[in-house]
């Protein structure tokens, strides 16, 4: 399969799971969710969905419950919306990108202010 269609095929995804996660799933224990991006193999059988979670850590493991528990309904909509020979099975993964750029930027901006303390 050609990379370009693999990458259509891989923002469509995203797009759609997106788009399902924020408007029809019900699930009271899913909150702040973003969907960063989705890894499809090469056969299209699997697909790796980042999803980044906000809030305390306690909403986060409650949202992390809600996602696994609809990863059925998540595949069935996806074989819907998305016209394919086979639907691919999804598997979530957390995506910490987001924290650790946080984190860096923390840093750099007490070097700063370190810096600007010294002269």
């Not at 799971?17 to 899913?30: G, N």
């Not at 697909?47 to 909403?59: I, T």
Request: aromatic share 6%; with cysteine; proline share 2%.
């Amino acid at each position: 399969m050609g990379q370009l269609r693999m990458e259509k095929v891989q923002e469509l995804m995203k797009q759609e799971i997106s788009k399902i996660i924020l408007q029809d799933l019900k699930d009271p224990r899913i909150g702040f969710v973003t969907v960063t991006a989705v890894d499809v193999s090469r056969d299209l059988r699997n697909a790796r969905v980042y999803v980044s979670l906000m809030g305390s850590e306690q909403q986060i493991a409650d949202c992390w419950r809600g996602l696994q528990s609809s990863l059925g309904f998540l595949r069935r909509e996806v074989g819907h919306r998305v016209r394919l020979r086979y639907t691919p099975e999804l598997t979530l993964e957390l995506d910490q990108s987001v924290d650790y750029s946080v984190h860096i930027q923390a840093l750099l901006q007490k070097i700063q202010k370190d810096e600007e303390n010294k002269t």
